[in-house]
């Protein structure tokens, strides 16, 4: 090999270098972009915009905005003023086709499996009670609406589940 | 959010448990140096990841703790003070021929880590040796004498 030859090479590896620099920036870009969205929470777990609150009547259900894929995801149930001393909640099959149920505080007293979804009957003694439900999705899913329904209240709550 | 709070948490938790651990374990890698790094990378793993084992939060750890690696090589190019707190500074062992026993047992480096570094670098022994300095990457460089 001559010497003019092995410096030609070398002038090519300093360009190569040269260009990769600039996919570099535009890869650190890339980063910085994906930090603000996570400390934002719209890749999930915590941050300003990673739950939202539903209120209908006197409940109110705080879900994440932002689910991820076979990471443990907890929905809280708030209810004010309840009625009567028992309280059924249906846990829709559509939320249940991507997610596993995993437990329930307190636990329901009575729960039941149905084509509609999960049924779960809790008793309480006071007036103001609070359910914390975890679910693990399985897979990830699109952005989609989800029914949950408390006594006679609907509340409609949507979620997007990364992988 | 979670995810960003404890990579850069660990990230600083580890780089101060290893400055203040010492150079050597980071550079002259010995069995019971490997045993610890071992521990310390499933230790850290159980702390990062927790019950969350998505994909996304992966990235967001991957891209957080590069981020900070990124950063602090910035911030070390721009504040040299900086530079000297997380790396330190290189610690000269021989001196002219003169080993310096308290600069050894400050770095815990013992006889056998100068002669083996010496070897690498093609003195027999230490008598041939004109300076060994620990330099800040926890490798000891050789100079021998003529």
Redesign the interface.
């Known amino acids: 090999m001559q010497h003019s030859d092995l410096d030609l090479g070398d002038l090519r590896k300093v360009e190569a270098r040269g260009s990769l620099r600039g996919a570099q920036r535009v890869a650190w870009t890339g980063f910085a972009i994906i930090l603000i969205l996570a400390v934002l929470g719209f890749t999930g777990s915590g941050g300003v915009f990673a739950r939202t609150i539903m209120t209908s009547g006197h409940t109110e259900l705080d879900v994440p905005r932002v689910m991820r894929r076979q990471a443990s995801q907890e929905l809280v149930l708030r209810i004010t003023d309840a009625g009567s001393h028992r309280i059924d909640v249906l846990v829709p099959s559509s939320l249940l086709e991507i997610a596993a149920f995993e437990e329930s505080a307190p636990a329901p007293s009575r729960s039941e499996a149905g084509a509609e979804g999960l049924r779960l009957e809790f008793d309480h003694a006071t007036s103001d009670f609070v359910i914390r439900m975890r679910i693990r999705p399985e897979n990830a899913a699109w952005p989609a609406t989800y029914i949950l329904t408390v006594e006679q209240e609907r509340l409609a709550f949507s979620s997007l589940v990364l992988p | ?5 404890r990579g850069t948490v660990i990230y600083f938790l580890v780089l101060v448990i290893l400055r203040a651990t010492g150079r050597r374990s980071a550079g002259e890698m010995k069995t019971f140096d490997l045993v610890l790094l071992l521990i310390v990378a499933e230790t850290t793993q159980q702390a990062l990841l927790g ?7 992966a ?2 750890l991957l ?2 703790l ?2 900070i690696d ?1 950063l602090l090589s910035f911030t070390k190019r721009w504040f040299p003070v900086f530079e000297e707190l997380i790396d330190g500074r290189p610690t000269v062992i021989i001196r002219d021929g003169h080993l310096d026993e308290r600069a050894m047992r400050r770095a815990r480096i013992d006889r056998e880590d100068l002669l083996v570094a010496a070897r690498q670098a093609g003195a027999p022994n230490l008598t041939t040796v004109r300076h060994a300095v620990l330099e800040i990457n926890g490798k000891i460089s050789i100079v021998k004498r003529d």
């Open positions: 959010m979670d995810s960003v709070v019950d969350d084992f998505s994909i996304t939060n990235l967001v891209v957080t590069f981020s990124i």
